[in-house]
């Protein structure tokens, strides 16, 4: 059957159209990945926040933090606190407490490592973890943050203190 | 000139054409258009949400700090309901109706509902009871005044009032007058602030009969202040304030913190959510001292015997304050407080006393 001059021409139109729209569909696909490739750094940047954040919380944790009279010693934690601290992680009977932290370190791991003891003994094994609250291993995480926060470790038994890190993984 | 009729059907049918396709064409970028206005919009309320939340933790993490922050002048919605349980309030704040909002389940924060300016300040105090329990953040905007009143009369309502004060004089940034009650009817000069906020420290059960300009207001009646910084609270919105207040309805204050926090609370609801974060965090805190007492006690030898009555101090299961306050309640509370206050304190006096490790 022959063609007329006008379904050539509406042919044409739709020949212009899908055209038009395979531009367009391309464009929209190149923004896209910008936009992801966007979204991947935004993320990177808000983990990196969220990681200071958190650092800037646990440092001036008053479960944590040496006192003298209830005045705060500054980048000080105490050891009797820090262990606590950890028998309340592991109070089976008080999970709230758990959630709370939970929520406060969301997929993060908090660890205190004693780097340098100068009299007696430290720490057991030279660190303790404290919280972890990691929903991925690191493995299989996107990305990790490591934060070390150098503190001294008072031990008010001994009266002394040592050297050491709060050492902060965030996972995403 | 005239068209043959095939002509006319084949105009009449491009023109349908171009009619059709061109509404698709701009239905489809009016969509995207819309869709990345929406999604811009949640991303930069996201965004500045993120960073209001990361300059309030740094404020609240440096105690007895005041700041002036610049943040966008968009409306700032802070939400904070009385019904709480341990696991926290039903707490936030949001940026206008964007529906984008942080949870602050934990958080205390005494804030007006809503801040709508080009600046923050941010102020915290360090709540001790006595040893450091945590930071409260107050909240405020340029365009919130606050106004202190007493009472000539009563010689303790005046000298709470002037600590009150003085203590806001530390904040260069709040705008804080302090009137007695006669200068206040008499001279009080009304300025250009969106909200006055009066604050009575004394029983104040008068008509608010004061020309405060286009200003609206409401009041806070601390109605038996005493130097322990411990006492009853009414919030009065502006309707009420035409009635009596009645004080069966007032609520508790535990310090001079929590006094502070009334003063900058939106109502009586925010307060007591407020308060109820705060004895969330000093039950917390206690179990963390109770613990280390115990600690103390075994191992400090010679020390022990020291650290035995907070060790053994028996702080109530679930600990909390109450959503409204019964008979009773306040007093119940208070005294609790107070010895365990004292038994901690008892406890550190004796520990430096005795060159022991201190409890705190």
Redesign the interface.
């Known amino acids: 059957m022959k063609k007329t001059k006008?379904q050539l021409?509406?042919g044409e139109?739709i020949m212009v159209?899908i055209i038009f729209f395979i531009i367009l569909m391309v464009g929209l696909v190149f923004y896209a990945k910008v936009q992801s490739h966007i979204a991947i750094k935004d993320a990177e940047e808000?983990n990196a926040?969220r990681t200071?954040?958190m650092a800037?919380?646990v440092?001036?944790m008053?479960?944590l933090?040496c006192?003298?009279?209830?005045?705060?010693q500054f980048d000080c934690i105490?050891l009797?606190?820090i262990?606590?601290?950890k028998?309340?992680m592991l109070n089976t009977e008080?999970q709230?407490?758990r959630?709370?932290y939970a929520?406060?370190f969301p997929n993060a791991k908090i660890t205190i490592k004693q780097s340098f003891v100068p009299f007696g003994e430290g720490i057991e094994g030279g660190e303790i973890m404290l919280f972890d609250n990691t929903y991925v291993d690191e493995v299989n995480a996107s990305g990790v943050i490591k934060m070390s926060i150098p503190v001294t470790i008072f031990d008010?038994?001994r009266?002394s203190n040592s050297f050491g890190f709060i050492v902060l993984d965030t996972y995403s | 000139m005239k068209h043959s009729k095939k002509a006319v059907i084949?105009m009449q049918?491009?023109w349908i054409?171009i009619f059709v396709?061109g509404s698709v064409i701009l239905l489809f970028f009016v969509f995207i258009g819309k869709s990345y206005m929406e999604s811009s919009n949640m991303k930069l309320s996201g965004k500045i949400l993120?960073e209001i939340?990361?300059i309030m933790?740094?404020a609240s993490?440096?105690?007895k700090s005041s700041s002036e922050l610049e943040i966008p002048k968009l409306e700032l919605g802070f939400t904070c309901y009385p019904e709480c349980s341990?696991?926290?309030c039903d707490s936030g704040f949001a940026i206008g109706n964007t529906g984008v909002n942080k949870p602050t389940?934990?958080d205390i924060i005494f804030a007006p509902s809503e801040i709508k300016s080009d600046f923050l300040y941010t102020w915290t105090l360090?709540w001790?009871s006595?040893?450091?329990?945590?930071n409260f953040l107050y909240l405020t905007s340029p365009s919130i005044r606050y106004v202190f009143v007493y009472n000539e009369d009563y010689s303790m309502s005046k000298t709470m009032a002037e600590k009150i004060y003085n203590l806001f004089l530390d904040n260069e940034f709040i705008t804080v007058d302090l009137y007695s009650e006669e200068e206040l009817m008499d001279d009080f000069e009304a300025t250009n602030h969106k909200h006055v906020r009066f604050v009575f420290f004394y029983t104040f059960e008068d008509d608010l009969d004061l020309d405060i300009g286009k200003s609206d207001f409401d009041l806070v009646i601390f109605s038996d202040p005493n130097p322990n910084f411990n006492g009853h609270v009414l919030f009065l919105s502006e309707d009420m304030a035409a009635e009596t207040g009645d004080f069966d309805d007032s609520v508790g204050y535990f310090g001079k913190e929590s006094m502070v926090g009334a003063i900058f609370s939106e109502n009586q609801d925010f307060f007591v959510c407020n308060m109820h974060k705060a004895f969330?965090s000093l039950e917390?805190?206690f179990?963390?001292?109770?613990?280390?007492a115990l600690?103390?006690k075994t191992?400090?030898g010679a020390c022990g015997g020291i650290y035995e009555n907070f060790a053994a101090f028996p702080l109530p299961e679930n600990f909390q304050y109450p959503s409204s306050f019964e008979e009773g309640d306040y007093e119940k509370i208070s005294s609790l407080l107070k010895s365990m206050s004292s038994s901690a304190e008892k406890a550190?006096k004796n520990a430096i006393f005795n060159s022991c490790?201190?409890l705190?």
């Open positions: 006008s021409k509406i139109s159209l808000f926040k200071i954040d800037l919380s440092k001036f008053p479960e933090q006192t003298v009279q209830s005045t705060e105490d009797l606190k262990n606590a601290f028998a309340i008080k709230s407490y959630r709370y929520r406060m008010p038994i009266d | 084949e049918f491009n054409f396709v993120f939340d990361s933790k740094g993490s440096s105690s341990e696991e926290g389940p934990h360090d001790t006595p040893f450091r329990v945590g969330n917390r805190i179990g963390i001292y109770k613990i280390k600690y103390l191992q400090a550190n490790p201190r705190y």
